[in-house]
């Protein structure tokens, strides 16, 4: 299954934004049988992504999780597409509120970066989910205000505030990605990306000329006594970060001076 197989804004958004928010009908129904709630059915749902990932998904498998017959799910919850809206929205509920946080602007967002950075870790199926329609639920909604509330009065006007919270997260995203990907490759393929490029290395070094590439050879030399492989997403994630809250600021200071 590729990820476009699973996106959100896919289903009728009143019924979406009515399970995000519990004003539906569905909300406060109670199972006398088996004690259903929304609650525990998207908590088996985000647990069975924790573990087998998002593919795995389906109304079947998460009653058979919960020990109930699929049919019974849909009291509660409209359908997978619902579902899968909710999922994101609570575990976006596990993020912290840095806006209050001390050490100004740039502290909030490195706070900001670093508890998404982890949220994804948490939970890696996040990453193989579109979210081009991000279902506005409370919990995504609350951590946009506080997000926004971390850069306000600093000299941004409202759509530059938007923008800069949308590249620091884009970011995160992105090298998150990486980091899981580059963790999965290691677990399926049984070995560290130490072994496997020393078993390049023998071919590499009859075809690698250093007349050809100077620089190539030099650098990545470099970065494999350093790191022990050719990437190491901790340091990437580290630098980038770096180097996206440098920018920031210095778009924050030319902004100051027009």
């Given at each position: 299954?590729?990820?476009?197989?699973?996106?959100?804004?896919?289903?009728?958004?009143?019924?979406?934004?009515a399970?995000?928010?519990?004003?539906g009908?569905?909300?406060?129904?109670?199972?006398?049988k088996?004690?259903?709630?929304?609650?525990?059915?998207?908590?088996?749902a985000?647990?069975?992504?924790?573990?087998?990932?998002?593919?795995?998904?389906?109304?079947?498998?998460?009653?058979?999780?919960?020990?109930?017959g699929?049919?019974?799910?849909?009291?509660?919850?409209?359908?997978?597409?619902?579902l899968?809206?909710?999922?994101?929205?609570?575990?976006?509920?596990?993020?912290?509120?840095?806006?209050?946080?001390?050490?100004?602007?740039?502290?909030?967002?490195?706070?900001?970066?670093?508890?998404?950075?982890?949220?994804c870790?948490?939970?890696?199926?996040?990453l193989?989910?579109?979210?081009?329609?991000?279902?506005?639920?409370?919990?995504?909604?609350?951590?946009?205000?506080?997000?926004?509330?971390?850069?306000?009065?600093?000299?941004?006007?409202?759509?530059?505030?938007?923008?800069?919270?949308?590249?620091?997260?884009?970011?995160?995203?992105?090298?998150?990605?990486?980091?899981?990907?580059?963790?999965?490759?290691?677990?399926?393929?049984?070995?560290?990306?130490e072994?496997?490029?020393h078993?390049?290395?023998?071919?590499?070094?009859?075809?690698?000329?250093?007349?050809?590439?100077?620089?190539?050879?030099?650098?990545?030399?470099?970065?494999?006594?350093?790191?022990?492989t050719?990437?190491?997403?901790?340091?990437?994630?580290?630098?980038?970060?770096?180097?996206?809250?440098?920018?920031?600021?210095?778009?924050?200071?030319?902004?100051?001076?027009?």
């Amino acid at each position: 299954m590729t990820t476009d197989d699973h996106r959100t804004g896919t289903s009728d958004p009143t019924r979406s934004l009515a399970l995000l928010w519990r004003t539906g009908e569905h909300s406060g129904r109670r199972g006398r049988k088996h004690d259903l709630s929304v609650e525990r059915i998207v908590r088996a749902a985000i647990e069975l992504a924790d573990s087998e990932g998002v593919a795995a998904l389906s109304m079947r498998r998460v009653a058979e999780r919960l020990g109930v017959g699929t049919m019974s799910l849909y009291t509660y919850v409209p359908g997978k597409s619902e579902l899968l809206d909710v999922m994101i929205d609570t575990v976006h509920g596990e993020l912290g509120r840095h806006h209050e946080a001390p050490g100004g602007w740039r502290a909030r967002l490195e706070l900001i970066a670093r508890d998404n950075w982890a949220l994804c870790h948490r939970h890696p199926w996040l990453l193989r989910v579109l979210t081009n329609r991000v279902p506005l639920g409370p919990n995504i909604s609350l951590n946009y205000e506080y997000q926004l509330r971390a850069i306000d009065g600093i000299g941004l006007n409202d759509l530059e505030m938007d923008s800069v919270i949308t590249l620091v997260t884009d970011y995160v995203h992105g090298a998150a990605r990486n980091s899981i990907d580059t963790a999965r490759t290691r677990r399926d393929s049984g070995i560290t990306d130490e072994q496997w490029w020393h078993a390049q290395a023998p071919f590499l070094e009859r075809v690698m000329d250093p007349a050809r590439f100077p620089v190539a050879g030099r650098v990545g030399t470099a970065v494999g006594e350093a790191y022990r492989t050719s990437y190491d997403p901790d340091r990437a994630f580290e630098f980038g970060l770096a180097r996206v809250l440098d920018g920031v600021e210095v778009f924050i200071e030319r902004r100051s001076d027009v």
